[in-house]
Each structure stands twice: as structure tokens, then as C-alpha cells.
């Protein structure tokens, strides 16, 4: 059953009854799908001029919202608790408060499956309810990274098929998401953004209500380049994490500090960007959002062997991150099956409670199937399941166990970890603890 909050107004328009407002409010902006990138985003809109309908369909998101149980910067934590005591937004799971809307943002997850499929169920359906509810003279903007002419496909088509002219009757735009969840330095208003409308006009109705969201406005063409420019993005990092994990082995190869040398290089103020090893990559861009494309040019029978081989490489480094602890442990005349292994930190990033396909959780699932006896600690995430069913609680005293491996994976801002100094073995896969005595790297 479609539910409203406590701040949701008696109104079946879903617009919120505000106390001790300025009647200045213009237009009503509703986001559907409140995770990672949609509260924020949503967040960054709400102001005096601005109805605020936040729409997902997760009753249990909405009740976690409304109680600030969810993970945002400290800064947005302020502006969430601001924006329920004032009642700037209403928060609803029923799709017919969509009619309301002025302006509908969709930010919705687009994952890729066990196959690495993309999977578009949650985005066809979002589309599907934003074109069910369209009205004359509103706005939808797609932010949710996807493939070049999902746009059209899911949103332009169905709303001509209704009797829409888009440009014209309502308006549709894309304009890629750019949320870097736990760096305050990377907020939305910080961040430019790209735009493309399907028309010139639509490009400028998207630009008047996102010009609050971002820096700096940079519109192209369509919504296929800028689609297009979501996947270029991602896609670059991808090929140059792969290739920084490479370079990692070569420098372990000829006894030399990796850090130390992608420092020295990135002195260079041309032509050269850092990038930096890992135990793979985690969330909802890196590890999917290449294979959009990769999956909608095979299709088309054509092949990207660079960014293809990348994401062969990224997608093997947890099980490389196993291996290694294989022989750090056998070299000390020590089995994986059987041995205490812990994992410090299982968020995907540092600084946030995330664990979406994070590679902790690859490497746990490999290192119990081989038979270790493995915990881990991450003071932000206190139980996991993981893809092979596993579950695991947060170990809270780590440095009173004797582990015979402990593998860093996530390092969290302010966290303390003295007592890896101690620690048998320990491999590090962040490559920044290079004051540890028995330390390891891939």
C-alpha cells in the first residue's frame, strides 16, 4: 500500500503544508528514488521557492529518512534535519503525487547483474510510473547513469505515445548524476553537470531548475551525449585503476614503492593524472556503469578491447588480493584453510557505510570458501551478507584477537588501527601503511 510520512500534507496533491512559511513557493520538484543519489540531490533543491516531494517506494527508506538513520555528509545530515523540522519536503510512496510536480528528477540505481547485464527493472519502472503521472508543461530529467538513448527509449517514446510533444507539451532532459558519496570537497553545488534535452528548449528548462545543483551548467547537444559523457567518465577511471593495479605489481616486481612513484609522476602538471591501486573497485559507478556500454555495443558487434580488458582486470583483483594472502600466509608455514583472517573495513570507499559491490565482500566470500575462519571490523557497517549468503558482524576488538593475516581493505577518516603494528601479517591492499614492519603489498 502506498504510504505517506508524518510530514506528508493532508493534500492529495502531495504538497507539503508547510507552518511559519513565506507563501513564496513556485514550483514543485519531486525526486523519485531517495538512495545514494537522489536524497542528496534532493537535498541541494529544498529552499522557500521550492515544494519538495521526495518519492520512493521503499516505505522503510522513507521511515529511515525521516528518523536521519541514513548515510550523508555531516552537512547534508544538518540539511535533512532542517528540512523535516521546516517542513520543506514531503516524503511519499505513491506515484499519483507525481501529477504534482513542476519538475520530476528520476535517480534511480542502475546495476549490473551476476553476468554483468546491465540490470534496468528499477529504471523502467521509475519511467514508467514518471510517464503514467506526466502533465502538461512538466519537466523530467533522467540522471541515473545508462545507456546512450535510454532517454528516448523510456521516456521520450512512451510520452509521444500518449499524445506528448515533447519540446512542447512536456519537456525531457538528461543530465548525468556526479555524486561522490563522503567527500564534502565533491558536493553537488561544487560539481558541474551536463545537460542535454531532447530539445533546445528542454535543455533550458532543465538548466533553470539544476542551475541550483551545480557550480557550472555545460549543455550539449542531446540526451544521448550526454549519456554518453556519463559512461566516458566512469569508463576513464576504469582503465586507469586497472592500469595503476598493474603498475603496482610491476613496482612489488623491482622492490620498488608504488605510492612513491605515482607521486614523483604526478608532479608533472600535464599529461598525467594519478591514479592509485586497490583491491579492486566498489558502488554503483566504477564496476557498472562501463558495461552499459560494452553491453549495448556488443549488440552491435563492436568491441572496446581496452576498456573490455580493464574490466577483466578489475573484475579478477579481489580473487588477486586472495592469492597474495595465500602465499604471505604460506610463507609462514601457514594454510588458508583453517587460518584467522580479519578484513579492516568493508565499505567500498573510505568515509561511508556503503558496501555495494564492494570488493571486501568478493574476498570474504573467496577466503571462507577455501575454509579460513574470517571476521572483519568497519566501525560504519556493523552486519553484511555477502553475494554467496555469508552473514558477518562487525568484530568491535579486533586487537585482542591473534589473527594469522589481517588483509586492510577500507581505511576510514579518523579510524585508529595502532595495533595492526603488532598483527602477524598484515596485507594492505590501500597501500598507504608503509610504516607497518610485516607488511605486504600485491
Known sequence: MPVETKLAAAKKTGRPARQNRSPRATSTVAVVGLGYVGLPTALSLAGDDVDLLGFDISAARLAAIESGRVDLLPRDLSRLRDALRENLMTL????????????VLICVPTPVDHHTTPDLAALRDACDTVVRQARLGQLIVLTSTTYPGCTRDMLVTPLQARGFEVGRDVFVAFSPERID???????????????????????????ETLGRTAGVLHIVSSPEAAEMTKLVENSFRAVNIALANEFAAAANELNLDVMEVIGAAATKPYGYMPFYPGPGVGGHCI??????????????RTSLPVMESAMTAISHRPMEVVDEGR????????????????????????????VRESPALVIIDRLIGEGARVSYTDAEIQLIRTPDGHELVHHADPADEAWDLVIVHTIHPAEQHEWLADAAAVLDTTYRMSHLADRHVL
Open 327 to 354: 602465499r604471505v600466509l604460506a610463507d609462514r608455514g601457514v594454510a588458508l584453510r583453517n587460518a584467522r583472517v580479519l578484513v579492516v573495513g568493508v565499505a567500498y570507499k573510505p568515509g561511508v557505510a556503503d
Open 92 to 103: 511519499t510512496t505513491e506515484p499519483t503525487s507525481l501529477a504534482a510536480a513542476d519538475v
Open 181 to 207: 558519496p563522503g567527500v564534502a570537497a565533491h558536493r553537488p553545488e561544487l560539481t558541474p553537470r551536463v545537460v542535454g534535452g531532447v530539445t533546445a528548449q528542454c535543455s533550458a528548462k532543465a538548466a
Open 287 to 300: 564496476p557498472c556503469d562501463p558495461h552499459y556500454l560494452l553491453w549495448q555495443l556488443r549488440a552491435r
